[in-house]
């Protein structure tokens, strides 16, 4: 009887756990299985015949971590989603199999933008008057099993640069969302991106980011109505999403995001030289300045710069960048590539403590590209073009070159800029070092630098290289080229 239980037992176990621990991101979960013993002895008593499933089993785990490393990794990708989509108007959610927490090398990264203001219906009865989105209403497509087709039932009062009336066919039945018209749209309205089509996506020339635009429903299409009502094993609970609020885990990731976010907050801020009220305006700017310091180790500094800088303390500026200038060290972890070699895991575990917390870690060995966003109020006045019509993303030892030779030039200091000027353009010559959405910026940066030195012949070929980037390009080098 007793072997008969535990036989029972070990069948059901999935469904045990299943209900004791809904949801397989929690605290109580990744504690579960930090203290469970049941892989190790499970292979432990594998006899010879079992060494494949061993092997198999090893290899997966190497290729891809333990259980825990994977839901840790689903645990960040669900904060991080929380937290963007609270401070963005857009809905963004993070998908693919690096979502899912398996981090396979060489696998890119899936991103899906939700696209706002259209209501996607089941039926024409459940448009909601007055009307203020674009109505859409499905329909079974009878020649393609398993997609429904989008009809235009009505336009909405505000307007979407997303999906517009010329993406839509229009048949004896009516006018219907065409994909193609869809999908060549989205390419005129980000052309910096030069996306191209990878299956149901748009990916990036290197192909290393899948972005996918949807449409969401509050209703599931008639064909898919049955799903509605199956019976799951596992749902998340409130309860269970509460108790993850109290992870240290989490709470780290969300001071992080803070971080970021109060970097982009400040530069939302009236411009810090405006005369009216400038006391209380630049009390607000250094609490969010000092908040942005921790989000590693020299994009906040770099943006406490830009600050002394547009307010024309220039020499405050000058020892600002000389102090992050030696923060940036070959033996800091520059985020943002695909990929990391054995030797910059190896770096990085090397210099830092298990028992040190994540924001720790950021801060003392992690560097980021320092962003500014469109119209910045932070960006130096001789950068203003960049920041028009898109964000800038600039390598730090680009902008920190950028910013010193901006210094000197205003404080008339030639021989010092011609040497900033020269340290400058030998960063750009080892451009391999620099990622692809930010080549384009930093290039034009340069060109800039050449066009106040004097030197149009550099700049302008400086621009045009900008505009033959491969990634992002940077808008404004066209619009510099003609102003030569």
């Known amino acids: 009887m007793y072997k008969a239980c535990l036989d029972r037992r070990k069948a059901q176990e999935q469904y045990i756990l299943n209900l004791r621990y809904p949801d397989k991101t929690s605290d109580e979960y990744l504690e579960y299985l930090e203290n469970s013993t049941d892989g190790n002895t499970e292979y432990r008593s594998c006899n010879d015949s079992d060494s494949k499933e061993r092997y198999l089993y090893e290899y997966l785990v190497n290729t891809v971590g333990t259980e825990t490393d994977i839901r840790k990794r689903q645990q960040l990708f669900v904060v991080k989603d929380r937290i963007y989509n609270k401070a963005v108007s857009e809905i963004t959610i993070s998908s693919g199999s690096l979502s899912e927490g398996f981090d396979l090398p060489g696998s890119d990264i899936d991103i899906m933008f939700v696209i706002g203001d259209v209501d996607v219906i089941r039926d024409v009865r459940n448009i909601k008057h007055p009307v203020q989105n674009t109505q859409l209403v499905m329909e079974t497509d009878n020649d393609h099993p398993g997609f429904t087709r989008l009809r235009l039932i009505a336009g909405g009062d505000g307007e979407n640069d997303i999906i517009t009336y010329n993406c839509f066919e229009s048949t004896g039945k009516g006018l219907y969302l065409s994909v193609i018209k869809f999908i060549n749209n989205i390419n005129r309205r980000y052309p910096q991106l030069q996306l191209s089509s990878h299956g149901p996506c748009l990916s990036d020339k290197n192909q290393y980011m899948d972005y996918a635009f949807c449409l969401r429903s509050k209703y599931l299409p008639f064909k898919a109505m049955q799903w509605a009502s199956r ?187 011609q040497q900033v000027l020269r340290k400058l353009y030998l960063t750009m010559k080892n451009r391999d070092t620099i990622l692809s959405n930010s080549l384009s910026h930093s290039i034009t940066i340069l060109g800039v630098c050449y066009e106040i030195s004097g030197n149009k012949d550099a700049a302008s070929h400086c621009y045009d290289t900008a505009v033959k980037c491969d990634g992002v390009i940077c808008l404004s080098a066209k619009a510099r080229i003609s102003k030569l």
């Open 231 to 417: 019976y799951r094993h596992q749902w998340p609970p409130h309860s269970a999403i509460d108790k993850s609020k109290s992870s240290t885990f989490i709470i780290d990731v969300c001071k992080h995001f803070y971080a970021e976010i109060s970097q982009k907050a400040a530069q939302l801020l009236p411009r810090p030289t405006i005369t009216t009220d400038r006391y209380n305006i630049h009390k607000r700017y250094h609490r969010h300045l000092q908040d942005g310091l921790k989000a590693d180790a020299v994009t906040g500094w770099l943006l406490y710069a830009s600050f002394y800088y547009v307010t024309g303390q220039y020499c405050v500026t000058l020892r600002i960048t000389d102090y992050v200038l030696s923060k940036c060290s070959p033996a800091m972890i520059l985020l943002g590539y695909n990929y990391y070699n054995e030797g910059d895991v190896l770096n990085y575990r090397n210099h830092v403590h298990p028992k040190m917390t994540l924001n720790d870690r950021m801060i003392m060995k992690t560097v980021r590209y320092v962003t500014y966003i469109q119209h910045s109020s932070l960006i130096p006045r001789e950068l203003q073009l960049e920041v028009k019509d898109q964000y800038l993303c600039v390598q730090p030892t680009v902008m920190i070159h950028c910013l010193r030779f901006l210094c000197y030039h205003h404080l008339r200091d030639i021989t010092n800029r």
